[in-house]
């Protein structure tokens, strides 16, 4: 079993559509939670950090259950800018991150 | 300012040959990590380095993967007697590292695509 999950996808929503991704991670030592955003054929950049107390980024919206090990990532408004793969990551240590294989998402005119 | 920068940005080498990705990472960042990433997956942790020293070598496959950091600060990754398997993008990050903290945050480089045939 991997240690970070993610549905694959790919997500295929129009523009100005609301969609929604979860991840679950298997390992409860976890410390920190991330989203990163990667680009096709391109480096991974960080989306947002996830907090227990949820947090917003304009129109990204990041949860962490740690009770249930999951972590959310809501996008409302899509663009046609969002279209790209969507990354979990966990922090195990204080370096040591732990990707799933990522979300992709396609947000069509 | 600058961020990572990795070079060669492609390389196509044939099996059994020998090769050497290079970091430069952040100014003043003391962290610097590999990472490999196949098609379809996620980046998977190599390597981290705390200044010149190796502080967790636990994510390299074998012993033909070795990176060094000589004067902490550019690094490079050198694979002997490459495999076909070993094709996959060769990402580096950086980080402030110690300083950084519990929120410390991870740059990546745009990788090195490597093909063995």
């Given at each position: 079993?991997?240690?970070?999950?993610?549905?694959?996808?790919?997500?295929?929503?129009?523009?100005?559509?609301?969609?929604?991704?979860?991840?679950t991670y298997s390992n409860s030592a976890s410390q920190?939670?991330?989203?990163?955003?990667?680009?096709?054929?391109?480096?991974?950049?960080?989306?947002?950090?996830?907090?227990?107390?949820?947090?917003?980024?304009?129109?990204?919206?990041?949860?962490?259950?740690?009770?249930?090990?999951?972590?959310?990532?809501?996008?409302?408004?899509?663009?046609?800018?969002?279209?790209a793969t969507y990354l979990c990551v966990v922090n195990?240590?204080?370096?040591?991150?732990?990707?799933?294989?990522?979300?992709?998402?396609?947000?069509?005119? | 300012?600058?961020?990572?920068?990795?070079?060669?940005?492609?390389?196509?080498?044939?099996?059994?040959?020998?090769?050497?990705?290079?970091?430069?990472?952040?100014?003043?960042?003391?962290?610097?990590?590999?990472?490999?990433?196949?098609?379809?997956?996620?980046?998977?942790?190599?390597?981290?380095?705390?200044?010149?020293?190796?502080?967790?070598?636990?994510?390299?496959?074998?012993?033909?993967?070795?990176?060094?950091?000589?004067?902490?600060?550019?690094?490079?990754?050198?694979?002997?007697?490459?495999?076909?398997?070993?094709?996959?993008?060769?990402?580096?990050?950086?980080?402030?590292?110690?300083?950084?903290?519990?929120?410390?945050?991870?740059?990546?480089?745009?990788?090195?695509?490597?093909?063995?045939?």
């Amino acid at each position: 079993r991997k240690e970070v999950e993610q549905d694959p996808g790919p997500f295929n929503v129009p523009e100005g559509a609301t969609v929604a991704f979860n991840c679950t991670y298997s390992n409860s030592a976890s410390q920190s939670f991330f989203w990163y955003r990667q680009d096709c054929r391109k480096e991974p950049k960080l989306l947002m950090s996830v907090y227990s107390s949820g947090n917003e980024d304009g129109r990204f919206t990041a949860q962490l259950n740690r009770a249930s090990q999951y972590i959310s990532l809501l996008i409302r408004d899509s663009k046609l800018s969002d279209s790209a793969t969507y990354l979990c990551v966990v922090n195990k240590s204080s370096y040591k991150l732990i990707f799933g294989s990522g979300t992709r998402l396609l947000v069509r005119p | 300012g600058a961020g990572v920068s990795q070079t060669p940005s492609n390389k196509v080498t044939e099996k059994g040959k020998y090769v050497e990705l290079r970091c430069d990472p952040i100014s003043g960042h003391t962290a610097l990590y590999w990472y490999r990433q196949s098609l379809g997956q996620g980046p998977e942790f190599l390597i981290y380095f705390q200044g010149t020293g190796a502080a967790d070598d636990s994510g390299l496959p074998n012993d033909r993967f070795f990176a060094v950091r000589p004067e902490g600060s550019v690094s490079t990754l050198k694979i002997q007697r490459t495999e076909r398997g070993d094709s996959a993008v060769y990402l580096c990050a950086s980080s402030l590292g110690l300083a950084g903290g519990n929120t410390d945050t991870q740059y990546f480089g745009p990788g090195t695509r490597l093909t063995v045939l």
